[in-house]
């Protein structure tokens, strides 16, 4: 009953069971230039994470995947002056990114690599991030199996596949072979996990002995941990007591309202609410955020306090409920004719069972509700961010028609809908995200010493974040033509030069060669289909 009982678990989570599908690994790296031994990137405007407004032009120094130097290399509004900035030695590679943007390498808390459902694998999935400036990842549930991430996790590291750098969080009880059921087997899990390689843990939830034994124990060999505080045990411990109980970070939001519920215990679920459901589940979880306390209560202030002095991170991921407000802003993104396969298209239309693809029958009254749910969801991660708390951000891409790259920028931009100023984006996009993976010594910011990850634009990020998409952004020039701007120009990651635009064109083939293969078109649900072409829709 327990092997029963540990597998219905797994698949009421939606996540991966002991025995994986796994997708088809990135093949050798045959993009990007370098890594070098000496590279200068030439007169670039730094936009940095640590405070500091705009500075430039100037030159970077990296010397073998290291910052050496960050020196001023003349004056804005000024040509060029040889004379300026670093001097090249022979065999230095120099990049000339005069009246262009550098920012640090941005960070996806929360970025799963593909999917068997969804047919997307690694090679789609990495050059989609990477073509968006995403050079490091945490895979938080290491779906494909941990040995499978361990291994795109050396490579990376090894620059032998084009592919951000990956910390591996495996799901509680992955792997178990049965069902994790006291504080000691909770313990030797852990143990063995750790010893497996993974960085972290990624809990759904468990019976509280077990959940606390198990955040012990990991805290004490020093590695992260995260949660989506599922509803199905939110009940026995929300946010703030697995906060208490060493968790170090949170996914989404379930359990923050949880924790502010001040007149009841329980979420006010309808008598015939049923969990497995899911236009149940994301329906009533809508209305989550206006039964928890106000803000500005003594409840809220209270629950915030306390979070903040024990350190913990919120990785909001406000992208990936978008559709729940606006269900077809998200379905008719228009990165989707280009950048979404066949089959990931298929796995977001309306079904009763893909994961996230709820849309039994969803209306004008949900996306109002989910509206008002982000208005006060929002109003709580800006203030934690004003008061000093750690946020972070993350895509939770391949459901609910986010797409991989795409989602995180649309994320960035959530951020600044909740308030934050387009420099405190830039630093939750990487500073703060290398802080939550004990990881700043390395990455997050432009510093001498730290390692090579850049983001470098052509447009000002801080001016429009809609240029970070590989679409762009629309611009009307002065002869009233339409044109598009923006896009990343390169990914540097690792030292390694990366033209984010022919990352962007090596993804459009693959979708390319997918439809063409299946004579496919994208339908919107409900549509028919056209005579001679395979449906889109489910």
């Not at 805290?219 to 968790?247: C, D, F, I, P, Y």
């Not at 709820?358 to 004008?364: A, E, F, I, K, S």
């Amino acid at each position: 009953m327990k092997k029963l009982y540990y597998l219905l678990f797994f698949l009421t989570l939606q996540v991966s069971l002991p025995i994986l599908a796994q997708v088809q690994k990135a093949p050798n790296r045959a993009e990007g230039d370098g890594p070098h031994k000496r590279l200068i990137i030439r007169s670039v405007t730094i936009i940095n994470s640590t405070g500091s407004p705009p500075i430039g032009p100037m030159d970077i120094v990296v010397e073998n995947n290291r910052i050496a130097q960050i020196r001023q290399a003349g004056y804005p509004g000024m040509p060029a002056d040889p004379k300026n900035g670093v001097k090249a030695n022979p065999g230095d590679k120099e990049l000339n990114c005069q009246g262009m943007y550098l920012m640090p390498g941005f960070v996806d808390m929360h970025g799963h690599i593909g999917g068997v459902q969804q047919g997307a694998n690694a090679e789609y999935v990495f050059k989609l991030w990477m073509a968006h400036g995403v050079t490091t990842i945490r895979d938080p549930s290491c779906g494909n199996g941990l040995d499978w991430v361990l291994d795109q996790k050396e490579k990376s590291a090894k620059n032998l596949i084009t592919a951000p750098r990956i910390k591996a969080y495996t799901v509680f009880g992955q792997g178990a072979s049965d069902f994790i059921s006291t504080p000691e087997q909770a313990r030797e899990w852990v143990r063995q996990n750790a010893k497996k390689g993974a960085d972290g843990i990624k809990f759904f939830g468990a019976e509280p002995e077990v959940f606390k034994a198990a955040l012990d124990e990991n805290k004490k060999l020093g590695l992260g941990s995260a949660a989506h505080h599922a509803q199905t045990e939110v009940g026995r411990m929300n946010a703030l007591a697995t906060a208490r109980a060493g968790l170090t970070s949170m996914e989404h939001w379930y359990g923050l309202p949880e924790a502010l519920f001040d007149d009841k215990t329980l979420q006010n679920y309808p008598t015939d609410y049923n969990y497995n459901n899911e236009q149940n589940r994301f329906e009533e979880a809508g209305k989550l955020w206006k039964q928890a306390a106000k803000p500005g209560t003594e409840k809220w202030n209270q629950v915030m306090d306390e979070m903040l002095k024990l350190d913990f991170t919120i990785d909001p991921t406000f992208n990936i409920y978008e559709a729940n407000r606006e269900l077809m802003l998200a379905r008719r993104a228009e990165w989707h004719e280009e950048y979404t396969l066949p089959s990931l298209w298929r796995f977001y239309g309306p079904s009763r069972i893909s994961h996230g693809s709820y849309w039994h029958n969803w209306g004008t009254e949900q996306e109002v509700a989910w509206k008002e749910n982000y208005r006060l969801w929002m109003a709580f991660i800006n203030e934690y961010k004003n008061r000093g708390g750690r946020v972070t951000t993350g895509s939770d891409s391949g459901f609910i028609y986010q797409l991989y790259g795409f989602a995180y920028i649309r994320e960035l931009e959530l951020l600044r809908e909740a308030g934050f100023h387009p420099m405190e984006i830039i630093r939750a996009a990487t500073l703060k995200g290398a802080e939550a993976l004990g990881m700043a010594k390395d990455i997050g910011s432009v510093e001498v010493g730290k390692l090579a990850d850049f983001v470098i634009t052509e447009e000002n990020p801080l001016a429009n974040l809609k240029t970070l998409y590989g679409t762009g952004a629309i611009r009307l020039n002065e002869k009233n033509e339409v044109t598009r701007v923006g896009g990343v120009k390169y990914t540097v990651k690792d030292g390694v030069v990366y033209d984010a635009k022919k990352l962007l064109a090596d993804v459009r083939k693959i979708v390319a060669d997918a439809k063409k293969e299946e004579n496919f078109e994208i339908t919107q649900p409900g549509i028919p289909q056209k005579t001679g072409k395979v449906s889109g829709s489910n």
